[in-house]
């Protein structure tokens, strides 16, 4: 072969093949907050996991524009870092969207850099009902403590239940559980005989344990975050000798799925509302489960946390698409108001004004099934709105 020939047919291959890679238009960054270490590490682990999983089933791109993901580790509850990593983002990363955010102050610590950048925000935990009216660029995929505890009050009431002492954390979902619970209880005619809230950090949980033995309430409604004070809480219940003589109930962060083989035995039983099990009935959350495995190596972490993340990160693909790849952020999210697909939970749809899902919330018991325990699903509650949003209205 001359030096010519070969230069042609270099030449040749190297046009065929910058006319088969992609030509993106753009890159769109996408700047994830969450904690990627310490106690709530896993819930940081299942946001990435759900990214790259999505990722994975649906392709990289967005309406011809990469979509790359950068990640900032935010350990633990910290408004003031939460703000100082979302600027970070903004101005030295260049990101087109905000999203991750596991606990309520530091979603809510962002909104001023939001309207500021003009920056979209999708939260993939967070459940304070009122974090989205704080800024029009909010829209959350995730749920509320509202939309959780609403049908579980009235699934309480109707089991025969009359009195109930609630047990939540001293912040905003916690306070949402409580209010929810509460109202909805006693206006069915059961009567809340005692509203204890525990500090954000507690680990003895020792002393609440006796005021809810004192409460001679039937049953407890308890809310904590998911992760080790959830933990902590069920097995204190269990230990103190509560579970045999006080039903439990709450939202599912009470019995996450990472959770439960450490609980054991003290999570059987507890009744929880929540919109996602790993054990979800349906083809969709077959083929998202079994994708983590065969990107993972397991399915472990998969949990509520999860889908939360895998649909925002399909909101961030539509709202790319619908602007382009360009940065309008009003745009973008106008363009998924009122947005309808399928998820690995079940239905969703983005609630136009709350721009929170309405959603299946399921009624799930904790059991054993083949030997490991999972949040088997009971009853479908069918399209639930944040009702915290719509009382606020």
């Known amino acids: 072969m001359t030096g010519k020939l070969r230069a042609l047919l270099l030449g040749a291959a190297a046009a065929a093949a910058m006319a088969a890679a992609p030509a993106w238009a753009a890159t769109v960054k996408v700047g994830v907050i969450g904690p990627f270490s310490g106690p709530f590490a896993t819930a940081g682990q299942t946001f990435k996991q759900a990214v790259e999983v999505y990722q994975a089933m649906h392709g990289d791109s967005a309406g011809g524009n990469r979509i790359e993901f950068v990640y900032k580790d935010l350990d633990q509850a910290n408004p003031a870092q939460s703000k100082a990593l979302a600027q970070e983002l903004i101005v030295k990363e260049k990101v087109q969207y905000l999203a991750g955010f596991f606990f309520t102050p530091d979603a809510l610590a962002v909104a001023p850099l939001m309207d500021e950048a003009k920056v979209p925000c999708v939260i993939f935990n967070a459940a304070t009902s009122a974090i989205t009216e704080k800024s029009p660029l909010y829209v959350r995929t995730s749920f509320t403590l509202w939309q959780a505890t609403v049908p579980l009050a009235q699934h309480v009431y109707k089991t025969g239940v009359r009195k109930v002492v609630t047990a939540v954390s001293d912040y905003g979902p916690g306070l949402d559980g409580e209010a929810a619970f509460k ?15 525990m500090p954000l950090k507690s680990t003895d949980f020792a002393p609440f344990m006796q005021r809810i033995r004192d409460s001679g309430a039937e049953a407890i409604y308890a809310f904590l975050p998911a992760g080790p004070t959830t933990l902590a809480f069920a097995k204190a219940f269990a230990d103190n000798g509560l579970k045999d003589k006080i039903k439990f109930f709450g939202p599912g962060d009470i019995t996450q799925e990472p959770d439960l083989p450490a609980l054991g035995d003290a999570a059987v039983g507890i ?11 349906s083809d969709l959350n077959r083929a998202f489960v079994a994708k983590h495995k065969e990107k993972f190596g397991n399915a472990d972490t998969v949990t ?26 009003a745009k973008a999210v106008e363009a998924v108001k009122g947005l309808s697909w399928e998820s690995p939970r079940g239905p969703l749809k983005l609630d ?42």
């Open 304 to 329: 509520f946390t999860s889908v939360g993340a895998y649909d925002g990160t399909h909101l961030i693909y539509k709202m790319v698409e619908a602007t382009g790849g360009k940065p309008d952020g």
């Open 183 to 197: 109202a909805t209880f006693e206006k069915a005619g059961g009567q809340v005989v005692d509203s204890i809230r």
């Open 271 to 281: 009744t929880t509302a929540f919109h996602y099990s790993r054990a979800h009935e």
């Open 352 to 393: 136009p004004d709350s721009r929170t899902v309405v959603q299946n919330v399921y009624l799930r018991v904790t059991e054993r099934v083949d030997g490991q325990l999972q949040n088997t699903e009971k009853e479908t509650f069918a399209a639930q709105p944040d009702y915290g949003y719509k009382l606020g209205k």
